[in-house]
C-alpha cells in the first residue's frame, strides 16, 4: 500500500505560479513511478509530467517549459512547480504511484499507475 496526498492547489492569476506536492508514503514499497494527472469534468484525464525512481522525468508537450518536477526524498515528497500558468491549466490535479517497472511511466499513462490522491483543485483565472 501506498498512500498519496496531493497538496498545494488554489487560484491564481494567468501568468501566476502554484506548486503542488504529491506525499507518496509507505512503510514497503519503493514506487517506480510518481505522475501527476489533471482532470475537467466531463474530460478525459491528461498525463502531466512523470518522475522515475532514477528522476527520469517526462513532460505532456503542453506544459513542457513551465510545469517542473522535483522531489524530495527524505520527506517521500514530489513538487510540481507550476510558471506561466493559463486558463487551460484549470483542472484538479491528481497525484499516483506506480509500483512495477513499464513504459507507462516514459509515456506519461495512467494505465501503470496503482495509487492515486484524492486530488487537488487548480483554478487559473484570465
Known amino acids: 500500500q501506498v498512500d498519496v496526498v496531493e497538496s498545494g492547489g488554489g487560484s491564481v492569476e494567468a501568468g501566476g505560479s502554484l506548486r503542488l506536492s504529491c506525499e507518496a508514503s509507505?512503510?514497503?514499497?519503493?514506487?517506480?513511478?510518481i505522475g501527476w494527472f489533471r482532470q475537467i469534468p466531463g474530460n478525459k484525464r491528461e498525463g502531466v509530467a512523470t518522475?522515475?525512481?532514477?528522476?527520469?522525468?517526462q513532460y505532456a508537450a503542453s506544459v513542457k517549459g513551465r510545469f517542473t518536477l522535483a522531489r524530495d526524498y527524505a520527506k517521500k515528497t514530489v513538487y510540481l512547480q507550476m510558471n506561466s500558468l493559463k486558463p487551460e491549466d484549470t483542472a484538479t490535479y491528481y497525484c499516483?504511484?506506480?509500483?512495477?517497472?513499464?513504459?507507462?511511466?516514459?509515456?506519461?499513462?495512467?494505465?501503470?499507475?496503482?495509487?492515486w490522491g484524492k486530488g487537488t483543485l487548480v483554478t487559473i483565472s484570465s
Open positions: 499516483a504511484a506506480g509500483l512495477s517497472t513499464g513504459t507507462y511511466c516514459d509515456t506519461i499513462s495512467s494505465t501503470g499507475m496503482q495509487f
Open positions: 509507505s512503510d514497503t514499497y519503493d514506487p517506480y513511478c
Open positions: 518522475i522515475r525512481r532514477d528522476d527520469l522525468t
